[in-house]
């Protein structure tokens, strides 16, 4: 098993918020502080634009984790956004766990602008997470997948 | 099918050390829609510009991507550039590839994968880009500062100076703030009053200042140039126009026992009172939890006196109505309650006291007249003990992480008064450390020293208790390595300053950030010190964090110049990634407009063309110039009517898809 971990080496997709964990993710960078090339972040105006379909979309096409960041509560930029992001995501992440998405894919987090070094010591945590749960291949949409088709 | 070019930077060896921005530029080219790419040292300099300009003119460019630094950084740079040569700004898109990628991985290989990858999705979504055009609204020619302390009257006086309208909204009676207390301020000990109350006067005369006094903002609403605000003038029960300030009721009235807010609470004022004598406006205000007419319904002393007839019982709260183009937060500090401090008994023993209240008994207009009394008993202390850093620099949950700053200077400056008046008095500065920048400010604290012998001691005090009629300080001397006991007269106790227990509400009225320790938060730390992060709110003062005086009135004047340069222009650009309501999917469910925190959705009735069926529906309307395109309505919509502009689906999809290609 641990083999296959070293050599496995999960997709992730984290959405942040342009105000706070974007500008965390920045602050992470400008400080040199590492964590996995893995993690590619797709930038959005705010935790609550995050539809669930862009979560299902990006399990479908192979993501093995995906990571949602927002301003700490109280905290959104829009006041108000990342309360539905919290609701939404819960209901999301049950639903996916009922899947057999495990729970460690996805993950909601808060991180400010001022919290660089969290930025990457969440990046760092999730990415473990993902490592030992190996690949995600449940809802996985095979046809997109040409070098999954003939393991399977 | 979009011509989009991709432009690698190398900023320097920022990018190129960890990135191959060749094989970057390479990969590229299979990219759909990609018909040049490009590499280069800055491409943010003059000639990197120059080259995504040639580049969109000879290649006839339609999409950009310009894989580089943070969007934070440059993508208003490189937009601004593609539209002096006709392309639409937002046909360009940033792939940040130097804080998300080269400077936090150190292998080579793996950098550039990323940032192939990285490119990869930024081209998808330039490849469903569409031209944006950005609104525009008016901006209304006035300003709201909130607070008048010594920030909010600078910012006032510089935003008027050039010409436009201010109001400010102060809840106490009074303008002047925490500066109107202070006796002397450091280094210069100049005379507190007597630098601010003529700002004062100015702010109060002035054609373009208005002041609500004894007001309160009780909503925000809007945006930046536009802005709506409620202020709510609570009664004073004395009319403002016939009041002439003469102070004659407060001298008759009968009703003594309420403790002086100006002085600390160290002496008592009348129930109609006028804050100070200096107080501008000067009208007397009624409290009515002390005033027997309130309370019994008798008395009605000061009415009989007053010869204008300004009193009037029966004033109710008033609520009115502003439009603002820009708003300044200026709410300022106080000092922290001393409650939890037990082991400074400041609560039990009336000579321990803090440093604001030793302001208060040193200053001619307070409860001493300026003589240095102990609170107790009167008599002038022969040893005054000061206690440094009490609440602030702590780990306890009572303290306070942050240093206050000012006390420091404040704690130097009041024991080089106490032994320059009252030579025969021993002073003791117990401090952890003593920090002095500021223009002149080592030197004020070395003449203490060296010129007025104060004692200073490292070390913290442990515990204060009463002992025969004085105050027993347990301190310890680090230097020495030794416990030291002194028995006072009085202890001065340095407390932490905190921000008004209003920021708060402000602040989430406001939209905008506040810190853990309840501070504002600037938009950037180092560049943008004075604008919060959101538009057309500015921060004045120590609202944003512990600041002496100077200091205040420089940010001050710099958050007026800032709200100047908004004034200054009729209409401002709108951001145009706003929401979007596709007529034909709405089905007029609401579901978007309750989740809408700026009321930007209402409903209309209007005819549709459905494929040829002509009828009226209740459809979703987006006001654009309220909308700050959050996107929470995108989410909430069943129908997939609602998108954002910028941000649309299908781009974040296409983003989705590229990363887990």
């Known amino acids: 098993m641990s083999v296959e971990h070293e050599s496995f080496k999960p997709t992730i997709v984290a959405f942040c918020c342009n105000w706070c964990s974007y500008a965390g993710a920045d602050l992470a960078g400008s400080g040199r502080m590492q964590y996995p090339a893995n993690v590619k972040i797709i930038k959005v105006p705010c935790s609550c634009r995050v539809n669930p379909t862009f979560v299902l979309r990006a399990f479908q096409r192979g993501a093995d984790g995906v990571i949602m960041c927002g301003c700490h509560p109280g905290d959104c930029h829009y006041s108000t ?11 999301l992440f049950d639903f996916l766990d009922f899947l057999g998405i495990e729970r460690g894919r996805t993950r909601v987090e808060w991180v400010s602008a001022a919290e660089g070094a969290r930025f990457a010591s969440v990046m760092n945590d999730f990415v473990k997470n993902v490592t030992e749960l190996g690949p995600n291949r449940k809802i996985t949409d095979l046809r997109t997948k040409p070098e999954h088709k003939e393991g399977e | 099918m979009q011509r989009i070019g991709v432009f690698i930077c190398w900023c320097g060896s920022n990018i190129a050390a960890t990135v191959d921005v060749k094989k970057v530029a390479a990969a590229a080219l299979n990219e759909p ?76 290989a793996e950098g550039t994968e990323k940032a192939v990858i990285l490119m990869r999705a930024a081209v998808a979504k330039v490849n469903l880009n569409q031209s944006l055009v950005a609104g525009k609204s008016d901006v209304v020619k006035r300003a709201l500062v909130i607070g008048g302390g010594i920030a909010g009257i600078q910012t006032a006086l ?6 436009y309208e201010v109001d400010i909204v102060e809840k106490k009676p009074t303008i002047g703030g925490k500066m109107a207390q202070l006796d002397k301020t450091f280094p210069t000990l100049d005379c507190s009053a007597c630098i601010l109350t003529p700002k004062m006067v100015d702010a109060a005369a002035h054609d373009k200042i208005k002041i609500y006094s004894y007001s309160e903002v009780e909503s925000v609403s809007g945006f930046v140039g536009n802005f709506t605000a409620k202020i709510r003038k609570k009664a004073r029960f004395v009319k403002e126009d016939l009041c002439t300030g003469c102070g004659l009721c407060t001298e008759k009235c009968p009703s003594r026992k309420t403790p002086n807010e100006f002085n600390e609470g160290m002496n008592t004022r009348s129930a109609i009172y006028i804050p100070f004598a200096q107080a501008v406006p000067k009208y007397a205000v009624i409290d009515p939890a002390a005033c027997l007419h309130f309370k ?10 007053c010869d204008a007839k300004a009193v009037d019982y029966n004033q109710k709260d008033e609520t009115i109505e502003r439009k603002y183009g820009a708003i300044v937060v200026a709410t300022g ?8 401090f037990g082991e400074y008994g400041y609560t039990e023993n009336p000579d321990v006291i803090t440093s604001l209240e030793l302001e208060r008994i040193m200053n001619a207009a307070g409860p001493t007249g300026g003589a240095l009394l102990r609170p107790s008993d009167k008599t002038h202390p022969q040893k005054i003990v000061f206690v440094q850093c009490v609440g602030s620099r702590g780990q306890r949950p009572c303290d306070k992480p942050y240093c206050s700053k000012i006390c420091c200077m404040y704690t130097a400056k009041h024991a080089m008064l106490i032994r ?65 006991v002194i028995d006072a007269d009085l202890v001065v ?19 905008t950030g506040i810190d853990t320790n309840n501070f504002l938060t600037e938009a950037h730390p180092k560049l943008r010190p004075v604008e919060s992060a959101t538009a057309g709110i500015f921060l004045s003062g120590v609202c944003q964090g512990p600041k002496d005086i100077p200091e205040t009135v420089s940010q001050a004047s710099a ?5 100047i340069g908004l004034l200054a222009k009729d209409q401002i650009t709108c951001n145009p990634c706003v929401a979007r309501s596709d007529e034909l999917l709405c089905n007029g469910c609401s579901s978007c407009e309750k989740v809408c925190p700026y009321g930007a959705i209402t409903y209309i009735d209007k005819e549709v063309n459905d494929h040829g069926k002509r009828e009226v529906r209740r459809i979703a309307s987006v006001n654009e110039a309220v909308c700050q395109g959050c996107g929470a309505c995108t989410v909430a919509c069943p129908s997939g009517a609602m998108d954002l502009k910028g941000f649309t689906n299908k781009q974040i999809m296409a983003e989705v898809d590229a990363i887990c290609r």
């Open chain 1, 81 to 91: 956004g990342n309360y539905y992001t919290r609701r939404r995501m819960t209901m």
């Open chain 2, 33 to 108: 829609g990609v018909v040049f790419s490009a590499d280069y040292q800055y491409m943010c300099s003059a000639s990197g510009q120059g080259l995504v300009k040639d580049a969109i003119r000879e290649k006839g460019l339609t999409g950009v991507v310009v894989c580089s630094c943070s969007p934070r950084m440059h993508e208003a740079t490189f937009r601004k550039a593609a539209e002096s040569c006709g392309l639409n700004p937002y046909m360009v898109e940033i792939a940040n590839i130097r804080e998300h990628c080269s400077w936090i991985h150190k292998d080579v």
């Open chain 2, 158 to 163: 510089d935003i008027a100076e050039a010409g």
């Open chain 2, 296 to 305: 019994t319904g008798k008395c009605g002393l000061c009415e009989r006196t």
């Open chain 2, 333 to 340: 500090y106080n000092v922290i309650k001393l409650d939890n």
């Open chain 2, 420 to 484: 320059e008046k009252y030579p025969d008095t021993e002073v003791y500065v117990f401090y952890i450390d003593v920090r002095t920048p500021g223009k002149n400010f080592e030197e004020f604290y070395r003449r203490a020293v060296e010129q007025y012998g104060v004692h200073y001691v490292k070390g913290q005090v442990g515990k204060v208790a009463e002992n025969a009629g004085k105050l027993r300080v347990y301190g310890s001397d680090l230097l020495m390595n030794e416990q030291i």
């Open chain 2, 493 to 511: 106790l340095a407390a932490a300053i905190e921000p008004d227990e209003s920021a708060k509400k402000i602040a989430t009225m406001l939209t």
């Open chain 2, 559 to 563: 958050a007026a110049v800032k709200v």
